[in-house]
């Protein structure tokens, strides 16, 4: 099961409803463990740090930054990028389904949008 990490800017809607439909899930927000704030190298360390994939709509600066981590060798164990304007419903139908079918390290130094095409 992939562990996530929410980025600040994810959504509380999402967080809570993956939470409702399964207690086994794992996903910290960067504010509970202190990175209210943190700019998105110092959360994208964090996550590679703890293993997980993070959640965001920052579709301006994570991605370069996740792929920088990329090309200077360090861990990054994953990017979902989620689109502010998709359904709710929908994104969470998706994560479900990548949390509980992805292999350890599937997403490792890659980044996806939801939702999927």
């Known amino acids: 099961m992939l562990r996530l990490a ?4 994810l959504n509380n809607a ?14 910290v927000r960067v504010q509970d463990i202190g990175l209210s ?3 998105d190298p110092t959360v994208l360390a964090w996550a ?19 792929y920088a981590r990329v090309r200077e060798g360090l861990p990054m164990p994953g990017v979902f990028e989620i689109n502010d304007n998709a359904s709710i419903g929908r994104v969470l139908d998706e994560l479900m389904l990548l949390v509980f079918c992805s292999h350890d390290g599937e997403w490792e130094n890659q980044v996806r949008y ?4």
């Open 48 to 66: 590679a740090s703890e293993s997980r994939v993070l959640l965001t709509h920052d579709l301006a600066t994570v991605t370069a930054f996740a």
């Open 14 to 27: 999402i967080v809570r409803g993956l939470r409702r439909l399964s207690a086994d899930i794992d996903i």
């Open 37 to 39: 704030g943190a700019d």
């Open 114 to 117: 939801l939702p999927l095409p």
């Open 6 to 9: 929410a980025d600040e800017n």
